[in-house]
């Protein structure tokens, strides 16, 4: 099948689903907006799509989508921030109570990134490299050359942006208030599981074993 007319025959399901079946969730939704608990950082590789991966229904997750799913630090400065401003529309409008920070097995950004930093290859992108450079840190400590560090690096990646997201004033005063909790989740798109980075251990733990579920970082 050509890949438009996947597409098509998948809006067809969609529609017939969300449209025709379950048309009250879809008007509700159209006719009061909008009001999703929970925002989720994920990377944009196609094998780790949020709303698929939490079987969520239109309406319940708010989801930021970048390549390797990173976090900027707080950066006020005028400039295009298209993460940022997703993020400040879920926290100060649609008031999120859960931030997911989505991090995965193999992901694409982070091998690139990898491959620079060991020099391996030379960086012919013209944006991709000034975004991963967001994460070098965490590449820098796990160890580029390694070829077994890639899940220590996404994990060291994950925890990045999660401090990152805490930069935000208006984030780490809601979470002081305890209004909002955020997480750091890495998928293994190998195996399926999901972990979450437990503050207490500093480790990744299985997300349904951690103690209560995914506890706030
Ligand atoms: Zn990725």
């Known amino acids: 099948m050509i890949p438009i007319n996947r597409l098509l025959a998948g809006y067809r399901s969609y529609k017939a689903l969300y449209h025709e079946k379950r048309a009250e ?13 929970i925002l989720v950082i994920a990377c944009s590789d196609s094998r780790v799509d949020p709303a698929i991966l939490f079987n969520a229904d239109p309406g319940e997750i708010f989801v930021v989508r970048n390549v390797a799913a990173l976090v900027p630090p707080y950066e006020p400065d005028g400039s295009h921030h298209g993460t940022s401003s997703a993020i400040e529309y879920a926290v ?5 109570e859960e931030i997911i920070v989505l991090g995965h097995h193999k992901c694409g950004g982070i091998q690139a990134m990898r491959s620079i930093v060991s020099g391996e290859v030379e960086d012919n992108h013209e944006f991709v490299g000034t975004w991963m450079n967001l994460a070098r840190d965490a590449c820098e400590l796990h160890g580029a050359d ?7 690096v996404e994990m060291a990646t994950i925890k990045l942006s999660v401090k990152n997201l805490k930069s935000f004033p208006w984030i780490q005063s809601r979470i002081d208030e305890g209004k909002l909790r955020v997480h750091g989740w890495w998928f293994d798109i190998s195996n399926g599981e999901l972990y979450g980075h437990d503050p207490r251990t500093g480790q990744f733990s299985v997300v349904e074993k951690l103690a209560p579920v995914g506890a706030s970082e």
């Open 146 to 152: 390694d070829p077994n560090s890639g899940a220590s």
């Open 25 to 37: 969730l879809t008007q509700r939704l159209a006719d009061e907006g909008q009001r999703p608990a």
């Open 92 to 96: 100060k409008d649609l008031k999120v």
